[in-house]
């Protein structure tokens, strides 16, 4: 039987943000049921910005997810349950442009009441409505050190900057 969510407000997600997305890394999903794509990330980060609760992610153009999250309102960050390792490796070291991730890890999709996936595997889901993004810009490092240790193809993230329009945890 699947696992039911309710909403919780984002004050109340437990964990912090540094152990969630750096440690236990997170999927970034865009696009609707039908047609979406999902990947591995460990950079990110949340927290508030224009008086409002934001998450913001950081996807290299190269990504398939890439196209999605362009094309998409919305974007949903999902954190597996414990022992989901494995997927987790997998979505972020194959594409989806060449593999079926979701048949190939048993990633069960749900879909949010805005449309979104997220995954029946999660603990935590953060669904984000994008306000703001822009690509990272080499002349504005002023560590220029960082772009040679992060950049050494200079294929620059871009940062989607989202609202975030509700949380999900398990019932
Ligand atoms: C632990 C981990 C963290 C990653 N973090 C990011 C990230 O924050 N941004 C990014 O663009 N790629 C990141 N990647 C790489 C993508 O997940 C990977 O290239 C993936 O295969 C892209 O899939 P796609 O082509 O289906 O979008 C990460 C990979 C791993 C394993």
């Given at each position: 039987m699947s696992k039911n969510f309710k909403q919780i407000v984002p004050g109340k997600i437990s964990g912090n943000v540094f152990d969630l997305i750096g440690e236990d890394w997170m999927l970034i999903s865009a696009g609707g049921p039908e047609n979406f794509n999902t990947m591995?990330?460990?950079?990110?980060?949340?927290?508030?910005?224009?008086?409002?609760?934001?998450?913001?992610?950081?996807?290299?153009?190269?990504?398939?997810t890439f196209g999605f999250a362009e094309s998409s309102e919305y974007y949903t960050l999902s954190f597996l349950e414990p022992g989901n390792r494995e997927i987790l490796q997998y979505c972020g070291t194959r594409s989806g442009r060449d593999t079926d991730k979701v048949k190939e890890t048993g990633l069960i999709p749900l879909t949010t009441a805005n449309g979104n996936v997220y995954?029946?595997?999660?603990?935590?889901?953060?669904?984000?409505?994008?306000?703001?993004?822009?690509?990272?810009?080499?002349?504005?490092?002023?560590?220029?050190?960082?772009?040679?240790?992060?950049?050494?193809?200079?294929?620059?993230?871009?940062?989607?900057?989202?609202?975030?329009?509700s949380c999900l945890v398990p019932e």
């Open positions: 591995t990330a460990s950079w990110g980060t949340a927290g508030i910005l224009w008086h409002l609760p934001v998450a913001i992610c950081f996807i290299r153009p190269q990504r398939y995954f029946e595997q999660c603990k935590l889901v953060i669904e984000c409505k994008k306000l703001y993004a822009d690509r990272i810009k080499e002349d504005s490092f002023i560590i220029p050190e960082l772009i040679g240790e992060n950049y050494p193809k200079k294929d620059f993230h871009k940062f989607y900057i989202g609202e975030i329009v």
